[in-house]
Structures are given as C-alpha cells and as structure tokens.
T-cell receptor, first 112, second 112 residues
Framework: DAGITQSPRHKVTETGTPVTLRCHQTENHRYMYWYRQDPGHGLRLIHYSYGVKDTDKGEVSDGYSVSRSKTEDFLLTLESATSSQTSVYFC???????????FGPGTRLLVL | GENVGLHLPTLSVQEGDNSIINCAYSNSASDYFIWYKQESGKGPQFIIDIRSNMDKRQGQRVTVLLNKTVKHLSLQIAATQPGDSAVYFCAENQAAGNKLTFGGGTRVLVKP
C-alpha cells in the first residue's frame, strides 16, 4: 500500500462549509496526487505535487486548493463545499524515476 | 461497491475460466500502460504494467497485451477466481509527462 493513509475515511458535511482532506505517506516520496472518482467519469486528477510547496493543477481543480508544507503530507481543501463535490477522493504517490502510481484507501465525502 | 459505479460494462465469468478485459487508449504518444484492480470500498491496486516497446508481458496469472496499431490494451486473467471479482481499469502515461489518464473500467463478476 506504499505507506499511504487518508483521513478522514468518511465525512458528511453541509454545502458552504470548508473541508480539508489529508493524505499522509511514510516513504518520503516526492510526487503526490489527488483524484476524485465518480460514476461515469473514472479517476480524474484534481491537483498534484512534485515537492514541498510545489503543486500544480489537474483537469478538475476548480473549487479545490492544496498545500504541501512537508514531504509526508498533502492536504486537499474544499474552500466552500458544494453538492457537486460529493465523491470518493483518492490520494496517490509516485516513486522517483517510475511512472506507476500507488493509491491510498480513499475518503468518501458527502456534501448535503 | 461504489467504485466507479452504475455505468460500467460488466464481464461475467465462470470460476476457473479465463477472463479478457479490453481497453482502448487515446493517445498514440503514450509510452507506458498500467492495469489496476479496484475492490469495493478500496483504492486502486497495481496489477501489471507494460511499456510501449513491448507487446506482451506476463505476471502471475495475468498477461497484458498491447496493440499499438489500433491503440488497444487487454488484460487476461487465467483461471479466474472469486477473489478476482472487482473493477479493472487501464491507465496510460504520455511520453515526457508525469500524469496518468485512466479508462472508465470494467466490472468482473466471477460466478461460482
């Protein structure tokens, strides 16, 4: 499992509230990714990071921000959650010099 | 299970038979391909990968075939077992890029 944990694993929140999801890795990997997974869309990249304080947008970044202040943690924030952000969120890491990404267990988010 | 969800193509296989799962990829410049397995409530799990300079690669009970002419990838599972029931999806990595593009997935149901 590449030493990846995500927290919380489940969350229910209300529209308009801020939400932060955490991805934690224990193996010092440089590259980290946030995806969302929805029926009919598969996995879509939200944001990714290629080092501490180095992040970039993916294909569905609107409404999301990220931060990476230390190697082991990559945070995804929904500044003001909307019902369209109800989804399952996965974090992934990529080992240096390799293309394969390894995924965490996911966070199921429900925005009411 | 709520992996990709309601609109997945489904392959029903008798236990012990071989399974073949297909994937059409989009970018002729992609140079690396991965198959993932996703069980209900879990994150995607790496199964096998192949580079574009190969047309076949074998693992334990799995074989991946790559046909670059028609941009087609397949995963063969030998002697399918109940534990193989899951959603399978392919991913492609574009040359010189560090992002994966994921297919929508196929649900495999193994009948005892």
């Amino acid at each position: 499992d590449a030493g990846i944990t995500q927290s919380p694993r489940h969350k229910v929140t209300e529209t308009g509230t801020p939400v932060t999801l955490r991805c934690h890795q224990t193996e010092n990997h440089r590259y980290m990714y946030w995806y969302r997974q929805d029926p009919g869309h598969g996995l879509r990249l939200i944001h990714y990071s290629y080092g501490v304080k180095d992040t970039d947008k993916g294909e569905v970044s609107d409404g999301y921000s990220v931060s990476r202040s230390k190697t082991e943690d990559f945070l995804l924030t929904l500044e003001s959650a909307t019902s369209s952000q109800t989804s399952v969120y996965f974090c992934a890491i990529r080992r240096e010099g390799r293309e394969t990404q390894y995924f965490g267990p996911g966070t199921r988010l429900l925005v009411l | 299970g709520e992996n990709v969800g309601l609109h997945l193509p489904t392959l029903s296989v008798q236990e012990g038979d071989n399974s073949i799962i297909n994937c059409a990829y989009s970018n002729s410049a992609s140079d690396y391909f991965i198959w993932y397995k996703q069980e209900s409530g879990k994150g995607p799990q790496f199964i096998i990968d192949i580079r574009s300079n190969m047309d076949k690669r074998q693992g334990q009970r799995v074989t991946v075939l790559l046909n670059k002419t028609v941009k087609h990838l397949s995963l063969q599972i030998a002697a399918t077992q109940p534990g193989d029931s899951a959603v399978y999806f392919c991913a492609e990595n574009q040359a010189a890029g560090n992002k994966l593009t994921f297919g929508g997935g196929t649900r495999v149901l193994v009948k005892p």
